[in-house]
């Protein structure tokens, strides 16, 4: 069974920075493209920046210059970087990745449980 772990949210003032990991684990053969989205309230999840296996990146244009996006394919594993964060960015941010589960199955989606990131004024 294939899991999406994120760590690294929280509080933090406007200006500061925080670090978000997600790492995939379980029955895994391939992983395509790795990313970020976020959720406001009431609204839809929307992406943030994702990563494809050949290390081609997209971003949002609301965090371009702030947020860097990296992964690590022998951990598995997706990093978001969040530099001068503003009170906007307040979010509840998902890890998704496009994960093959086994040679018998086809490329998936699959989602992390989310992490609140909070910035103060």
């Known amino acids: 069974q294939v899991r999406l772990v994120e760590s690294g949210g929280g509080l933090v003032q406007a200006g500061g920075s925080l670090r978000l990991s997600c790492a995939a684990s379980?029955?895994?053969?391939?992983?395509?493209?790795m990313g970020w989205y976020r959720q406001f309230p009431g609204k839809q999840r929307e992406l943030v920046a994702a990563?494809?296996?050949?290390?081609?990146?997209n971003y949002a244009d609301s965090v371009k210059g702030r947020f860097t996006i990296s992964r690590d394919n022998a951990k598995n594993t997706v990093y978001l970087q969040m530099n001068s964060l503003k009170p906007e960015d307040t979010a509840v941010y998902y890890c998704?990745?496009?994960?093959?589960?086994?040679?018998?199955?086809?490329?998936?989606?699959?989602w992390g449980q989310g992490t609140q990131v909070t910035v103060s004024s």
């Open positions: 990563v494809t296996s050949g290390g081609s990146i």
């Open positions: 379980g029955s895994i053969v391939g992983i395509n493209a």
């Open positions: 998704n990745a496009d994960i093959r589960p086994s040679y018998s199955r086809p490329y998936d989606q699959y």
